[in-house]
């Protein structure tokens, strides 16, 4: 059987991280296809809305500041998450990370910008919860790199 390296050191530097890239690229495949199932079903094939006078009742509109606001904060999540854990974060700490921050960022969607008038309460909850994640994720990478400043 042949074995596959994960990376040219035959170490993974990063196998925390790198395991949820797969449920955060799986639901972005979802935003993406929600965006195509609108532009599809209203023949709007450009731009990112179908009547702009409905604001937060336009189904384009809100399927796309969806998968906007998925951008927006993902990346940085990955890169943070993945800075940590080279620089020796434990990796449980990644995973409870990750995984808040998947489930804040599905709260805000789902049960937030897709109800009515984009209001529901998983909007605050992705919103907050999202804030206060990046924020202790951000203290405890630097403290996994303190003693190179002091």
Known sequence: MTSFPTSRIGLNLTPATASWTVPFAAYYLFLQNRIVYQRLTTQTYMGDTIDASNGNEDPLYVCTRAQQNFNENIPLTLIIAGLAELNGADRKYINYFLGAM???RISHVELGLMRPKSMGVGRIIGYYGTQA??????AYLFYTVKDYFM
Not at 133 to 138: A, R, V
């Open 133 to 138: 994640s990046l924020l202790t994720m951000s």
């Open 102 to 104: 998947l489930a804040f």
